[in-house]
């Protein structure tokens, strides 16, 4: 007796919503391999169902579904096929897409017995995709996984069916289900069987059996792949124990079908014991029992075996019988549904592939007019040759978006300009510019401040304001900038990491920043404003660090700003707008096929 299918039955009388919760542990149920309950149960189910005088598509589909089941774990896989395909029917675009996706995943587990496999393959997809991940049937999203896994190594697919027990193995974990864990854990055993590796096979056994309450059902699995382990390391004796325990288990469990797995294998590994007679014996019952349970995948196994065992015997005549009987099932299992069962494969990558592609369109779009509001709050190179005809302003993101941003004011004739470097690039980067443009604004309309120094310092305050977030714990994000007021011929500095150079007679005269950024920062101090008297024919750099950072050049190492001093230099004769098309030119000569490592800012004038 199971409390809780008791409890449900109890409810389902009177509320037919109760159905689902109680097919869903219902289902569970069925991994106990306990036969006897299982058609109780199933009986009760559907004479609950019947109690309701009208059977709305739920209810009937609830009621095949049950059917259906029943006869898959009586090993009655074509009984199953009927009422499972009549449940899909009635369910499919129904609000229980959980019991459409159910009957699907047990459609395909009946199909992938017979030896259907492409067939199996569709409806464990199918149920895959409409299953949900958190409702009453989650469990079972894993042993689709396993499922899937399983073929895949019966393919030699070995990759897909790594993913696929892995992803099972997570969802188990994800649910605490135990019995999913086993089976993601068994199946890996298998994989690396199949991939000769046996240290990695035993290893995953090992974990299998590790786990705490497992069924009559799974020791006989286990004591099969410890056999199949076995015989693998040529230990013929100690696979054959392991088989014939394993055997024993499941008929005295009434697993009859499963026990035809465990004849096979027996039988394989009497061959290689010289046992011919014995193994002859033990596969034809495994043989009887592929034939009742139309097992058509074993019974190409029988057959190749028998063949070979005949063969040994000398009996010709029967092992030709056999291989012809081989040869027939191969050419339909390994031929027409491998192809189909990679066609789905296909349909799958395509589906998948358009989804991505939706998924990336969607990205790039906002993030495209994330590159228009960031444009926006530029100034416009109309603005800035406004101000300062002899100009340029080099602007190369890394990214569409970029940290990098230049930023022009006038407030009282005084012309406020800057080149600010943010945490990061890209959308982060992207993102912390906005926060650190407006505040450089604020503190200028708002606090009505045009001397540089006390414009960090307040710049500062407004980010470090709008970054506390000391619930969810400290954000350190800012920016590093170099900041200047122009009035006259009389130039105010003041720089947060990034200095000033100004190119005169010949040399580059550097005005250092004091050593902190805008943000948080464990030795914080004012920020200091340094007044400078501009000559004529002086030239005023400001930048960000992403042009010296650059990789590049023959042996790929970064530009350094002592080339970056050397460059300017050499461009004094220049006007500013060719210094700028030399400067872009020489970055992209310098980085050549390398990526772009961060965004590149330069702000120059002359006077």
Same mark, same amino acid.
């Given at each position: ?216 059902? =799974? !020791? *006989?699995?286990?004591?099969?792949? /410890?056999?199949?382990? @076995?015989?693998? $390391?040529?230990?013929? &004796?100690?696979?054959? %124990? ?87 099932? =191969? !050419? *339909?299992?390994?031929?027409?549904? /491998?192809?189909?069962? @990679?066609?789905? $494969?296909?349909?799958? &990558?395509?589906?998948? %592939? ?254």
């Amino acid at each position: 007796m199971d409390e809780q299918i008791e409890q449900l039955l109890s409810e389902s009388k009177t509320d037919c919503f109760k159905l689902i919760p109680l097919t869903a542990r219902y289902s569970e149920l069925l991994s106990s391999g306990n036969l006897k309950l299982i058609e109780e149960y199933a009986k009760r189910i559907e004479d609950t169902c019947h109690l309701w005088e009208t059977e709305t598509p739920m209810i009937r589909g609830i009621r095949l579904f049950s059917d259906g089941m029943k006869s898959y774990f009586n090993a009655n896989f074509e009984a199953s096929l009927q009422p499972l395909e009549n449940a899909m029917e009635i369910l499919k675009g129904s609000a229980c897409n959980d019991l459409f996706a159910m009957a699907n995943m047990f459609y395909g587990r009946s199909n992938r017995s017979l030896g259907n496999l492409d067939i199996s393959v569709r409806h464990f997809t199918v149920g895959m995709e409409n299953l949900d991940s958190n409702g009453e049937f989650a469990i079972f999203k894993g042993l689709g996984y396993y499922q899937l896994a399983e073929i895949d190594v019966y393919i030699n697919d070995f990759e897909a069916a790594k993913k696929n027990y892995e992803q099972a193995a997570n969802e188990a974990d994800r649910l605490s289900h135990s019995s999913g864990l086993f089976r993601a854990y068994n199946g890996m055993a298998n994989l690396f069987l199949n991939r000769k590796d046996l240290e990695q096979c035993k290893l995953f056994l090992d974990k299998s059996l590790s786990i705490e309450g497992l069924t009559v059902s =799974q !020791i *006989s699995r286990s004591y099969c792949d /410890l056999g199949v382990y @076995y015989h693998n $390391k040529k230990d013929f &004796i100690n696979a054959a %124990k392991s088989l014939k325990e394993s055997y024993q288990l499941r008929m005295d469990s009434n697993l009859k079908s499963a026990a035809s797995t465990s004849l096979i294998n027996l039988g394989k590994t009497q061959l290689e014991l010289e046992q011919t007679g014995l193994a002859i014996s033990t596969l034809e019952e495994a043989l009887g029992l592929c034939v009742k349970y139309k097992s058509n995948a074993k019974l190409m196994a029988c057959h190749q075996l028998l063949a070979q065992a005949y063969a040994k015997n000398n009996e010709w005549k029967k092992s030709s019988k056999f291989y012809t009987k081989y040869d027939l099932l =191969q !050419i *339909s299992l390994n031929s027409t549904q /491998l192809q189909n069962i @990679y066609d789905i $494969k296909n349909e799958q &990558i395509q589906k998948q %592939k358009a989804i991505i592609e939706a998924a990336h369109k969607e990205i790039t779009d906002s993030i495209s007019y994330a590159k228009r509001i960031q444009n926006a709050i530029l100034p416009s190179e109309k603005l800035i040759q406004r101000y300062l005809k002899n100009s340029f302003m080099l602007y190369k993101p890394k990214d569409v978006v970029a940290g990098d941003f230049y930023w022009v004011q006038e407030k009282n004739e005084t012309l406020m300009f800057a080149v600010a470097d943010c945490t990061g690039h890209g959308v982060p980067g992207a993102m912390v510019s906005v926060v650190c443009n407006n505040a450089l604004s604020r503190s200028v309309r708002e606090y009505g401040l045009t001397e540089p120094g006390k414009i960090l310092d307040q710049t500062r305050e407004i980010v470090i304001q709008q970054f506390d977030t000391s619930k969810k714990g400290e954000v350190k994000d800012g920016m590093d900038i170099a900041l200047c007021t122009l009035m006259g011929n009389t130039l105010k500095y003041s720089g947060a990491n990034n200095p000033l150079w100004i190119v005169r007679k010949g040399e580059v005269l550097e005005t250092k920043a004091d050593k902190q950024p805008i943000g948080k920062f464990e030795t914080s101090s004012l920020f200091t404003t340094h007044t400078l008297q501009l000559e004529r024919g002086d030239n005023i750099y400001i930048f960000s660090d992403g042009y010296a950072d650059q990789f590049g050049g023959e042996k790929g190492k970064k530009f350094r700003t002592k080339a970056l001093k050397t460059l300017l230099l050499s461009l004094q004769d220049k006007k500013m707008k060719d210094q700028k098309t030399i400067l872009n030119e020489n970055f992209e000569n310098w980085k050549g096929s390398l990526e772009q490592i961060d965004d590149v800012c330069i702000f120059g004038f002359g006077v």
